[in-house]
């Protein structure tokens, strides 16, 4: 099946922790992104990278860092900084960072104890 | 699993005219459905839609949603060439755990010929 997938799909973290958000897309697209949403809000983005080894901050990097060593791949690390990390996080990708159209993942929980 | 289905996927129309994008959804424990324009990177917030038949407006455009037929609609009248996007609707639905997760359609590409 080709997609984007996202794991896990709930995480619980107590506070202080680092955590990692996995995202995987096997659509061969360049550009991938990371999202969060809260309730009510629209989506906001908070890394992008338009191909491997190379990302971009968003509008709310602060607290988040991210790798893109391979194609496919673009975990996001919620950092112990981020201050309110409890959220709903959506990774997307698209064949280039020019394309408008974005494949969403399914998305993960996070909720911070 | 949850499922939302957006039509037409693409849509051209000359300027001035009006159109009017669809959204239906198949979800349990359905709490929002969503509207987003996407033009650049991250897709702009539009509308948040929770009870039924009531209309959300905002200038040239609005929407309403249909509980009843598990649908929503996106009108936008006197179309402009800035109107041109990917529109993309979500529906937000209440999981097991009681969290929330966001599940979207593939968009309709609507183009405006000047």
């Known amino acids: 099946d080709g997609g984007i997938t996202q794991s896990p799909k709930y995480l619980f973290r107590k506070e202080g922790q680092n955590v990692t958000l996995s995202c995987e897309q096997n659509?061969?697209?360049?550009?991938m992104y990371w999202y969060r949403q809260d309730p009510g809000q629209g989506l906001r983005l908070i890394y992008y990278?338009?191909?491997?080894?190379?990302?971009q901050k968003g509008d709310i990097a602060e607290g988040y860092s991210v790798s893109r060593e391979k194609k496919e791949s673009f975990p996001l690390t919620v950092t112990s900084a981020q201050k309110n990390p409890t959220a709903f996080y959506l990774c997307a990708s698209s064949i280039t960072e020019s394309t408008d159209t974005q494949y969403f993942g399914p998305g993960t929980r996070l909720t911070v104890l | 699993e949850d499922k939302v289905v957006q039509s037409p996927l693409s849509l051209v129309v000359h300027e001035g005219d009006t159109v009017t994008l669809n959204c239906s959804y198949e979800v349990t424990n359905f709490r929002s459905l969503l509207w987003y324009k996407q033009e650049k990177k991250a897709p702009t917030f539009l509308f948040m839609l929770?009870?039924?038949?009531i209309e959300k407006k905002s200038g040239r455009l609005s929407s309403i949603l249909d509980k009843k037929e598990l649908s929503s609609i996106l009108n936008i009248t006197a179309t402009q060439t800035g109107d041109s996007a990917i529109y993309l609707c979500a529906v937000e639905a209440l999981t097991n755990f009681g969290n929330e997760k966001l599940t979207f359609g593939t968009g309709t590409r609507l183009t405006i010929i000047p």
């Open positions: 929770t009870s039924s038949g």
């Open positions: 990278s338009q191909i491997v080894n190379d990302f």
């Open positions: 659509l061969n697209h360049d550009a």
